[in-house]
């Protein structure tokens, strides 16, 4: 039998394989917030731009002004910028790509939650196979992960230090449940009330019927 102290230390080292998952998922997620905005603004201003060189070149033909044609002239130089710089496919595929890591990702983390919360029923061997397999699996995820903003990193490191935006407190969670599996204080209902409850909603329905 093992002693206590590595099976400490193993659960220890799956804490903060499990803390760096979630570091790594969320990160994602705010990169992913990132080119999405990125992308509506850019294409919002592509398509003012290419409405605006369309009039001009329409206005080219009516008036015949030197500063018209240097306004056109400055529009065509956006209008080519906004061509090479946005490209909506890429844009679109690197979102897709990072929204494909954060599900990867998200699966591992619960599976990390699910071995820690049952981390007593395995024997140690066990848990050392279990644990490699995840950091296996974490590594390929990473190695094909598309790099990740300063931006976002910030942004994750807010929302899971100051925010707790992966976690749920007790009545939050409380609130997203029956009643009957309730468990802080203020949201639970005693068996006792459940009957009574029950009770109440069957004279209803025969009230109903009557």
Request: proline share 2%.
């Amino acid at each position: 039998m093992e002693p206590d102290s590595l099976r400490d230390d193993l659960k220890i080292q799956m804490r903060e394989s499990y803390g760096r998952v979630v570091y790594s998922y969320t990160t994602h997620l705010k990169e992913i917030d990132i080119l999405v905005n990125d992308y509506k603004y850019l294409r919002s201003w592509n398509i003012v731009v290419i409405s605006l060189t369309s009039c001009g070149a329409l206005g080219n033909l009516l008036a015949d002004c030197l500063c018209w044609k240097v306004f056109l002239a400055l529009l065509s130089v956006v209008s080519l910028y906004f061509t090479f710089y946005f490209n909506e496919h890429e844009r679109l595929e690197e979102i897709r790509r990072h929204q494909v890591v954060a599900d990867k990702l998200w699966k591992i983390r619960e599976e990390y939650v699910s071995i820690l919360t049952d981390l007593e029923l395995y024997d140690f061997k066990e848990l050392i196979k279990k644990r490699d397999n995840l950091t296996e699996q974490v590594g390929v995820i990473y190695s094909e992960a598309p790099r990740t903003s300063v931006q976002a990193y910030e942004e994750a490191k807010q929302a899971l230090k100051h925010n707790e935006e992966q976690f749920f407190n007790p009545e939050e969670i409380d609130l997203m449940l029956p009643a009957h599996l309730r468990i802080t204080d203020k949201y639970k209902i005693k068996s006792n009330d459940m009957t009574k409850i029950y009770c109440v909603r069957v004279e209803e329905k025969e009230i109903d019927r009557n």
